[in-house]
C-alpha cells in the first residue's frame, strides 16, 4: 500500500526548498486538530530554538552579541506560539 505524503515547500526571501513527509507523521503529531503544515512550523520553531540554544549556551568560547540576540528572538516566537518557553517545554534550564 502505497503511503500518502505532502511537499513541504519553504520560501525564504527568494531561496527555496523542497521534500516529502509521510502524513502519517504529521496526522499522529497534530494535537488538537492542527494541519500538517502547523505541525511542520511548530517542528521547525522546535528545531531552530533548540539549535540557538545549543550554539550559544553549550558551545565553546563566545558566540557574540548577534547570535545571542537571534536566540532570544527565536525563543520570544517560540514562546509566543507555543504559550510557554522553551525552558518550560523542554524542561531545560539554566
Known amino acids: 500500500m502505497a503511503q500518502e505524503s505532502a511537499t513541504v515547500s519553504i520560501e525564504?526571501?527568494?531561496?527555496?526548498?523542497?521534500?516529502?513527509?509521510?502524513l502519517a507523521l504529521t496526522e499522529a503529531l497534530s494535537e488538537d486538530e492542527e494541519s500538517s503544515a502547523e505541525v511542520v512550523g511548530n517542528l521547525a520553531l522546535l528545531g531552530l530554538a533548540q539549535q540557538a540554544h545549543g550554539i550559544?549556551?553549550?558551545?565553546?568560547?563566545?558566540?557574540?552579541?548577534?547570535?545571542?540576540?537571534a536566540e532570544e528572538a527565536t525563543l520570544d516566537e517560540f514562546e509566543e506560539r507555543f504559550g510557554q518557553s522553551f525552558q518550560e517545554m523542554t524542561g531545560h534550564n539554566h
Do not use: N
Not at 12 to 22: A, H, K, L, V
Not at 56 to 69: C, N, P, Q, S, T
Open 12 to 22: 525564504m526571501d527568494g531561496d527555496s526548498d523542497e521534500f516529502e513527509i509521510p
Open 56 to 69: 550559544v549556551h553549550h558551545g565553546h568560547g563566545d558566540v557574540g552579541e548577534a547570535l545571542e540576540a
